[in-house]
């Protein structure tokens, strides 16, 4: 039987289970099983086969934003409207089969945006290009799902839906679980919290599932099955931000338009009419979590033609990460740092290499004596 006529099977008999105290360790078992055959569908193709064509686009830049969502709801006009790269666009489905890469500059970061052909249901499991999509928004700092305000609500769902099968989490926080084999003793589970979801019978059934008998367990907040499975697939799970775009407003009501804009994490647009445009760019630099910082040499005023950036998921915002970003030893030289903006109390602080800059901060560097 195939991987994916396993995962059906296993659908069937958790929609059959009912739900309750009694049989929550046999489904959280299930789900375990499914999680699996999951991570089986990922495994790259044995023998080869490489990159698939016209995906191997390259890194560039501070950030990477892949923009992933159904066909024609406007992702190459998007990208032609913010970015000087054309990216072809029509009113037919699957204008774009390859991955095109442009960018935006903006307060002194240069983010490369993405653009991809649509994916539909199935994607997950393969269809249209949705494997390759899907890798590319695996790879990226921040993934703007691209939604028509038409038909939004049951896009993001199924969207959702399809990321969420391979292991991407749109918007979480990976759990706060700590989990560790171990060599003998057993399953051990703790916790610090009350917990309504889980207990050392559910965890001993999902850890024996995965073959592993020894293990020391602690769970800091009242984590789901689903949660605790995330963490023992750690290695196929992704926690990935993400910004909800809604095109095409031109299309629906000033009523609809505020529905849509209250939403968490949404930015309304128009690429045809350029509404919001500019607002958008600016989401996406605040989601990225980027930090401009500038550098001063003593004696000297800031330098405040470019900015070093720092970005909260790849580096983060600590003061060595800027020294990396100087100089790759500069970090191992560095006596002491003086700081002048939003993250010290006073001018001119002194800070070690622990501390956590805010944007547009001032930096002076001073290295050891040799
Ligand atoms: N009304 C309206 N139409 C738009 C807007 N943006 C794009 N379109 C139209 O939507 C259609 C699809 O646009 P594309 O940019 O090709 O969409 P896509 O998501 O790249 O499509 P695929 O590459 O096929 O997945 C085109 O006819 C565009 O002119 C918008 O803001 N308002
Ligand atoms: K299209
Ligand atoms: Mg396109």
Same mark, same amino acid.
């Given at each position: ?47 080869? /086969? /490489? ?81 390759? %999509? ?156 980027? %930090? ?6 003593? /004696? ?71």
């Amino acid at each position: 039987m195939g991987v994916l006529e396993r995962i059906k099977e296993i659908e069937l008999e958790m929609s059959r289970t009912q739900k309750n105290k009694a049989t929550e360790g046999h489904l959280g078992l299930l789900k375990a099983r499914m999680a699996k055959l999951k991570a089986q569908l990922l495994e790259p193709p044995k023998g080869g /086969g /490489g990159k698939a064509e016209g995906f191997d686009v390259g890194k560039y830049g501070d950030a990477r934003v892949a923009l992933i969502g159904f066909p024609s709801v406007g992702k190459s006009t998007l990208l032609s409207t913010v970015t000087p790269t054309q990216s072809e666009a029509a009113a037919y489905e699957f204008t774009t089969l390859t991955c095109i890469p442009g960018i935006v500059n903006y307060k002194g970061a240069t983010i490369q945006l993405l653009d991809l052909p649509g994916i539909i249901e199935g994607a997950s499991e393969g269809k249209g290009r949705g494997r390759q %999509v899907i890798a590319v928004g695996r790879s990226a700092d921040l993934i703007l799902m691209v939604l028509d305000a038409q038909r939004s609500s049951e896009q993001k769902e199924k969207i959702t839906q399809e990321l969420e099968s391979v292991g991407i989490r749109l918007n979480q926080r990976r759990p706060d679980i700590t989990f560790q084999k171990k060599a003998q003793n057993g399953v051990m589970f703790n916790s610090t919290c009350q917990l309504t979801h889980m207990n050392q019978e559910i965890a001993r059934k999902i850890c024996h599932e995965y073959k592993i008998f020894h293990a020391e367990i602690l769970f800091r907040e009242d984590a789901t099955v689903d949660q605790f499975i995330d963490i023992i697939e750690k290695k196929n799970r992704s926690y990935i931000p993400c910004l909800y775009v809604y095109n095409k407003i031109d299309n629906i009501s000033i009523e609809e338009i505020n529905d849509l804009a209250r939403q968490d994490d949404s930015v309304v647009i128009s690429c045809n009419m350029q509404l919001n445009m500019d607002y958008l760019i600016e989401r996406i630099w605040q989601k990225l979590g980027l %930090v401009r910082v500038y550098t001063k040499k003593p /004696g000297n005023k800031p330098d405040f033609s470019q900015p070093l950036i720092l970005t909260e998921r790849r580096d983060g915002h600590s003061i060595e990460a800027a020294c990396t970003q100087i100089h790759r030893e500069l970090a191992s030289d560095f006596r002491c740092a003086f700081v002048w903006g939003k993250s010290t109390k006073h001018y001119a602080q002194r800070c070690g290499l622990k501390h956590q800059l805010c944007d547009e901060d001032v930096v002076q560097i001073l290295k050891k004596n040799k």
